[in-house]
């Protein structure tokens, strides 16, 4: 099934359950640093942002690499870097404009959401339903263009405080 991530940053508490789920599906540890999903917090202004990849439609991070490492998948719609491939060169993590891939640091390969094959364990996991996995369609497109609306203006909050 294709679906999107929508993100609902005034639901999110900070705990993080999101973060630890994701790094055990892929790694089988329990390692924040390696989750293809962050949260985002911002003490003084009691802010917590889960932050991972829109699946852009007109990627930016697919083309630039090097190495062919980045490609779609058909399937779920997902942006997937094969790790086999990835020399951790680290433009895809200059090109993406929401910061969305990051490095693994024990493999020092680019790691991205990759939606976990259509069924999110972020999404699973998440207690206040912060982060949604809805159906690719027109009204998730709105509610996904609304979601990122929300969270910059969110950041953009925090940042001039």
């Not at 009691?46 to 980045?70: E, H, K, M, S």
Request: hydrophobic share 35%.
């Amino acid at each position: 099934m294709n679906g999107v991530l929508v993100v609902y940053p005034e639901r999110c508490t900070g705990c993080r359950i999101c973060e630890l789920r994701c790094a055990y599906h892929h790694t089988a540890e329990a390692n924040p640093a390696r989750s293809r999903v962050r949260v985002l917090k911002w003490e003084d202004e009691g802010l917590n942002i889960p932050t991972t990849c829109y699946q852009c439609l007109r990627c930016t991070i697919i083309d630039p690499c090097p190495v062919d490492a980045i490609s779609r998948n058909l399937k779920t719609g997902a942006v997937v870097i094969n790790k086999e491939l990835c020399i951790g060169c680290r433009v895809c993590l200059f090109e993406c404009p929401f910061g969305a891939p990051s490095m693994d640091p024990v493999n020092n390969v680019a790691i991205n959401c990759d939606l976990c094959n259509g069924y999110p364990k972020c999404v699973e996991r998440c207690p206040t339903h912060a982060i949604e996995y809805i159906p690719a369609d027109k009204e998730s497109a709105a509610r996904k263009r609304e979601a990122l609306t929300r969270t910059s203006e969110y950041m953009k909050m925090a940042v001039a405080e």
